[in-house]
Structure formats: structure tokens, C-alpha cells
């Protein structure tokens, strides 16, 4: 897979890198570790993590991963959301469930897409920590432990906004902590809204800038910073495809305008995984998968040159006629 430059951390990775939320949460230990190898075994070798993830134990369980491929891999972690409380009670939930759920694979799509709603709508009311830098270097220190690291790759603030970051003690910190050879890089990982106001009032945090894209998304101007881009499928996949399936008159003339039938879920997710990677050239593009065949295929996609010229069409295509597509497609 190509690699690229990971900010000013010195170090090359992978284009593609693989977003571990899902991780001890809907998997086990044993399904997780699976999932990281296959990723690695596909050809991914940027993976992305937080303290929250997992109810708490994907840090730890990415470090287990990590020590099997010892200077292979890239590390991005966050700080600022803790993990949930009642970690041992939730764990014993899940263990629990998987068994039943195993044995009733449709309940178990059904609970994933409550999961994934509640997760959506509970985003902004989940707590998060003071953004202060002594809670901040304890955060970093944990991440340190789990990770069974000396450094972490690239660091960010994990749905902060310009308001949170007043005390600049916080910026000495990571900038100490880069100076002292602990970390590569660093910045802010917020919702896509929050971006211009963190670029405009607060640049100095913004090293490295994450957020979600998608080819429903305009460009927001990089302004000097590095970017790391995730959810460019999940339910932007699910409303365009919907939209395009019940407009049949549209995606056919979309269909002939990107030269691939956009009705076929696997083909529309191609286009919009590979348009993430030709239109953010530079950047790494982040996706979460259960599924070590989903895995290898999204790695296929990265490098087939042959996707490009229709992923530019479609991302075209969404810019200047997407936003009237999706309300006349919009699900009732």
C-alpha cells in the first residue's frame, strides 16, 4: 500500500489506517486481536485508538497487538473522553450476550444499528475531561501503559472545541512532551463542524487536524495542518445508497456518468472509500471493519488506480447536485 508522511511525527504509514472503536466493545479480546492481525495482514499499518474505546480496554488490548509488531506500526491516540464508568459490570454484559448473539445473527444487525444510533445522538452529551495539563499528562501516561509504549505517534484532543483550549499550559505540555522525544505529533480530533472555529481561534493546537469526510462534505481549507479523515462510509454510505436506489432515473444517470452501477452497495462504497483517499491525497483515511474480508477490500480499493476517475465524478457529482439527491431520496 502507498505510504505517506504522518505529519512531523518522522515517520511513513499506510494511506489507509484502521479505526479500533470497535474493538472489546462489539468483539472480545480474541475477536479483536483477530481483527487487528487481519488488518495488518492486508497491509494496514496506521491504527487509531482513545481511552474511551472499548468501554476502556482497546488501548490495552492494541498494545498486545503492538508488541507483535514492535516498530511496524503508527499509533494515533486521543485525550479528552474518559471511559465509561461500570466498565467490569459492561464487560460481563457483553460476554454474556455474544454467545446469544452469535447463535441469532439477525438480532445481532438489529442492536448494532440501535448502537449505532444511540452512540450518534448520545456524541455531544457524552462527558468529557477539562482539557487541563495535569489531567492531560495523566491521560498521556495511561495511554503510555496500555499501549506498552515509550512514544505515541500522534496525539489528539478528542472532541474539543476552541472554547475548551484556554489554558495554554496544555500546548506547553505537548509541545514538552515532543521536545523530550515521547511524542510525534500532535492536535485535535472534533465533529467536522467544529473545525473553522478551532483553525481560526485556536491554530496553534491544530498540528494535526481529524474529522469525519465523506463525499457529501465540502473542503475545508487546511490552513498548514495535517489531516487524518474517518466516516467516509457508515451512515453516509447507508443514506446515499438509499437515495440513489429510490431515485432510479437519477442513479442510472449517475450510474453513466461515473461509468460504475451505483445501485451495487459494494461499487458505491468503492467509489466513496477511494474518493476520501484522491480527493485528501496526503492524508491518512481511517475505517472500522468486523469482517477480514471488508478489511482486504478496502485495502484493494486503496490501490486500484482504475476507481479514481469515478470517485473524482461522484464526488463532483454530490457537490453540485447531492444536497437536492439526498432530500428527494431521504427515508420517510
Known amino acids: 500500500m ?19 472503536s470497535s474493538i472489546m ?24 485508538v482513545a481511552p474511551m474505546y472499548g468501554y476502556g480496554e482497546a488501548e490495552v488490548c492494541l498494545g498486545e497487538f503492538l508488541e507483535r509488531h514492535r516498530g511496524q506500526i503508527t499509533v494515533t491516540t486521543k ?22 448473539l452469535k447463535l441469532l445473527p439477525g ?13 450518534t445522538a448520545g456524541r455531544e452529551a457524552t462527558p468529557k475531561c ?43 505540555l505537548m509541545e514538552r512532551l515532543r521536545q523530550q522525544g515521547k511524542l510525534g505529533d500532535y492536535g485535535v480530533g472534533s465533529g467536522y463542524g467544529k473545525i473553522p472555529a478551532l483553525l481560526a481561534e485556536r491554530p496553534a493546537y491544530c498540528r494535526v487536524v481529524q474529522h469525519e469526510w465523506s463525499v457529501q462534505d465540502a473542503e475545508i481549507p487546511r490552513q498548514g495542518s495535517y ?16 437515495a440513489l ?8 444517470e449517475w450510474s453513466q456518468e461515473t461509468g460504475r452501477d451505483l445501485a451495487d452497495a459494494k461499487e458505491l462504497a468503492a467509489l466513496m472509500l477511494k474518493a476520501a483517499l484522491v480527493m485528501n491525497p496526503d492524508s491518512v483515511i481511517l475505517f472500522s471493519s468486523k469482517n477480514p474480508t471488508h478489511i482486504a477490500e478496502n485495502v484493494r480499493v486503496a490501490g486500484d488506480a482504475a ?3 469515478p470517485a473524482r465524478s461522484l464526488y463532483a457529482l454530490m457537490q453540485t447536485e447531492g444536497a437536492a439527491m439526498l432530500q428527494g431520496g431521504s427515508p420517510a
Open 2 to 20: 502507498q505510504q505517506i508522511a504522518l505529519g512531523e511525527t518522522g515517520r511513513q504509514t499506510t494511506r489507509l489506517g484502521f479505526g479500533c
Open 25 to 48: 466493545g462489539a468483539l472480545g479480546r480474541r475477536d479483536s486481536l483477530a481483527m487487528l492481525e487481519a488488518a495488518f495482514d492486508a497491509g494496514v499499518r496506521h491504527f487509531d
Open 79 to 100: 485525550y479528552g473522553i474518559p471511559p465509561e464508568p461500570k466498565q467490569g459490570m459492561r464487560s460481563l454484559a457483553r460476554s454474556m450476550a455474544r454467545p446469544v
Open 107 to 119: 438480532m445481532k444487525k438489529r442492536l448494532a444499528g440501535v448502537a449505532a444510533k444511540a452512540a
Open 130 to 172: 477539562s482539557f487541563r495539563p495535569d489531567e492531560a499528562l495523566a491521560s498521556f501516561e495511561r495511554s503510555l501503559r496500555a499501549l506498552r509504549s515509550e512514544r505515541i505517534d500522534v496525539w489528539l484532543l478528542h472532541e474539543a472545541r476552541a472554547e475548551d483550549l484556554q489554558d495554554d499550559g496544555l500546548l506547553e
Open 227 to 242: 489531516r487524518i479523515h474517518h466516516r467516509s462510509l457508515t451512515e453516509n454510505f447507508r443514506r446515499l445508497h438509499h
Open 245 to 252: 436506489t429510490t431515485q432510479p432515473a437519477l442513479c442510472t
Open 307 to 309: 476507481l479514481e476517475a
